[in-house]
């Protein structure tokens, strides 16, 4: 099985900062593209940021310029620094991975457990 384990959530003040790090472990071969989603209250669970193993990133428009991921492809951890965060960036924030858990078999998608970001005005 993949784990994953997601750290750095927590309050913080509109315009403050935050970075979220998510650690892989377990029976993985290799790792494909990693990523944040999150979900706030009520919504759908949305695409914050998704990097590929050669690094080449994507992030949504509502966090372009502001958010940054990237990956340690050593350590199997993905990060996201946030910054200028407003009020509306509040959500629970899960961390993604496409992984190879050995050769020949299909890549699956994994997730982490959630971490809370509350932004207050």
């Known amino acids: 099985q993949v784990q994953l384990v997601e750290s750095g959530g927590g309050p913080v003040q509109a315009g403050g900062s935050l970075r979220l790090s998510c650690a892989a472990s377990g029976s993985i071969f290799s790792i494909n593209a990693m990523g944040w989603y999150r979900q706030a209250p009520g919504k759908q669970r949305e695409l914050v940021a998704t990097?590929?193993?050669?690094?080449?990133?994507n992030y949504s428009d509502s966090v372009k310029g502001r958010f940054t991921i990237s990956r340690d492809n050593a350590k199997n951890t993905v990060y996201l620094q946030m910054n200028s965060l407003k009020p509306e960036d509040t959500a629970v924030y899960y961390c993604n991975c496409n992984a190879f858990r050995r050769l020949g078999v299909p890549a699956a998608d994994y997730w982490g457990q959630g971490t809370q970001v509350t932004v207050s005005s």
């Open positions: 990097i590929t193993s050669g690094g080449t990133t």
